[in-house]
């Protein structure tokens, strides 16, 4: 599969090295060069700095055969810009954009972009726990 990532934070760099070794093609952008001194030489895919929704960085990133995009940045508006452009422009059929404020979540509801939430997911698995008898308990 080919993939943009956008954004190289924690979530972006952990999940570019893993569906990298996983043997996808992998094309990262982020526009802090620091942070994408993050993956390392062993990363074998594309790594591009500059502005997420620029449109040469996403032609250049292969946005034109790319099967998924996924906008994973802290920002909220880089997120649904750069998945509205994939989307409407670039017509790639997988676009899935990080919810940075749960409480924006009808936006891109709105906007009919598919989602991940990772602050509910939090609360969710920290609250499924909390249900879990703990170690020794009868």
């Known amino acids: 599969m080919n993939i943009i990532i956008i954004g190289c934070g924690r979530l972006g760099s952990i999940l570019a090295n893993e ?9 990262v952008i982020d526009r802090d060069s620091e942070r994408l001194n993050v993956l ?14 620029d449109d040469e960085i996403l032609k250049e990133a292969g946005i034109l055969t790319s099967d998924a995009v996924l906008s994973v940045t802290p920002d909220e508006n880089i997120n649904i810009t ?23 979540q009808y936006i891109y509801e709105k ?3 598919e989602t991940i939430n990772t602050t509910q997911l939090g609360v ?3 609250k499924a ?6 170690p020794g308990e009868i």
């Open 111 to 113: 906007l009919d972009i």
């Open 124 to 126: 969710d698995i920290l």
């Open 40 to 53: 390392g030489s062993g990363f074998n895919g594309l790594i591009i700095k500059g502005i997420e929704y």
């Open 82 to 104: 750069v998945s509205l452009i994939a989307k409407k422009i670039y017509r790639v059929p997988r676009i899935i954009a990080r919810i940075v404020n749960p409480n924006r």
């Open 19 to 27: 569906l990298s070794n996983a043997g996808h093609n992998i094309s």
């Open 129 to 134: 726990k909390l249900s879990e008898k703990s």
